[in-house]
């Protein structure tokens, strides 16, 4: 969180590590506080003050927060992992998004196989209504419940409104449920987060 | 063997001495790489860290700092860490959408088996209904309108 330390009696973590008069309009005291030295130590560490400097003036005021932010946690990636840093986290998270998305492909294959099942669908009041046999009464005569049509699966409609990382779902998967299922598709609202965060994410492939 | 001076050292306009420590991973045909990362870490950084790693680690090492200056280059505000964040969202975002398909198969597995239980009801205590029924019409030589 910036904060204005230039206008207490104390330094900035950036002029104290530095040594040197932490002057009023100082570039780092809203994003160095003096309570939080390493963030500044790490920063000047792998990056470099003037470095840092530098690129804290090539931005608007409001984007520097942010970018302190980014280069702080870099920084503290790369002092925790000199080899890999960041890059290693990133190697990391690729990789278990694809081991759970294999894990999702495979599950929504079961999905299917149980959706496009033959089996009929059970009627309105499932067991009370079906007679024992040998009294002449055929099923027939019941009146089964038509389902209602459910056009897409709900994963179906995240991976192909999401792209991305993710690999398009085959059209051809249209299927119907023989069951109504148990809550209302109120995924969509997560669905369309998810989408937009997912979206732009095929950077730095490994 | 380099010939001639590294990336590095032309860059800095001085001479490549025989152990540079960048001369390995900065040859002087690519010179955009040395300049990405001296532009984010700078010379001195860079060579502080390749000397306090082994030898064999840094040429990976190298080839993460490059990554990382470009993507700094690319994105001076947030760097890889937009796409950390990303990548944790989508994490976040397959895991949901697993435990729901998980879900929806244990229901469906649910219905397969009341079905079948449906089809296959308890054969024995049924069987003995029919049995007592017949029995019972039997003795009496009446059978009902509706047992044919």
């Known amino acids: 969180m910036a904060s204005s330390s230039s206008s207490y009696s104390s330094p900035c973590a950036a002029c104290k590590f530095l040594r040197r008069k932490c002057m009023p309009g100082c570039i780092f005291a809203p994003y160095f506080p003096p309570e939080e030295p390493q963030k500044f130590a790490h920063v000047h560490k792998i990056f470099g003050a003037s470095n840092v400097t530098k690129l804290l003036n090539e931005l608007l005021p409001h984007q520097r927060e942010d970018a302190v932010n980014s280069l702080a946690y870099e920084a503290e990636a790369r002092v925790r992992d000199p080899v890999y840093g960041c890059v290693g986290a990133i190697s990391f998270l690729q990789r278990q998004v694809q081991r759970l998305q294999k894990e999702l492909d495979a599950a929504n294959a079961d999905l299917l196989r149980y959706a496009c099942n033959e089996l009929p669908p059970p009627p309105a009041n499932s067991l009370s209504m079906v007679p024992p046999p040998g009294l002449g009464i055929t099923p027939s005569a019941l009146q089964i419940q038509q389902l209602p049509q459910r056009p897409r699966s709900t994963t179906m409609e995240y991976i192909n409104g999401g792209g991305g990382l993710y690999r398009q779902f085959p059209a051809s998967y249209n299927y119907s449920l023989p069951y109504t299922i148990p809550w209302a598709d109120t995924a969509s609202d997560g669905i369309d987060e998810g989408a937009a965060a997912g979206g732009g994410g095929g950077g730095g492939t490994l | ?148």
């Not at chain 2, 532009?39 to 502080?48: A, H, T």
């Not at chain 2, 200056?69 to 990548?87: F, H, M, T």
């Open chain 2, 1 to 148: 063997m380099i010939s001639g001076r590294c990336a590095a050292c032309k860059s800095q306009r001085r001479k490549c001495p025989s152990d540079c420590i960048f001369s390995p991973y900065f040859p002087p045909n690519d010179p955009q790489r040395f300049a990405c990362v001296h532009r984010i870490y700078g010379c001195s950084n860079v060579g502080k860290m390749l000397q306090q790693m082994p030898v064999q680690m840094r040429a990976q090492a190298v080839d993460t700092l490059y990554m990382e200056a470009r993507w700094r280059i690319e994105d001076p505000v947030y760097g890889c860490v937009k796409l950390i964040s990303q990548l944790h969202q989508n994490l976040n975002d397959t895991e949901s959408e697993l435990a729901k398909v998980k879900a929806l198969i244990a229901f469906h597995k649910l219905q397969i088996s009341q079905v079948n239980e449906l089809h296959q009801p308890d054969l024995d205590a049924s069987q003995s209904n029919v049995e007592q029924f017949q029995f019972n019409y039997s003795t009496q030589n009446h059978y009902p309108w509706f047992i044919n």
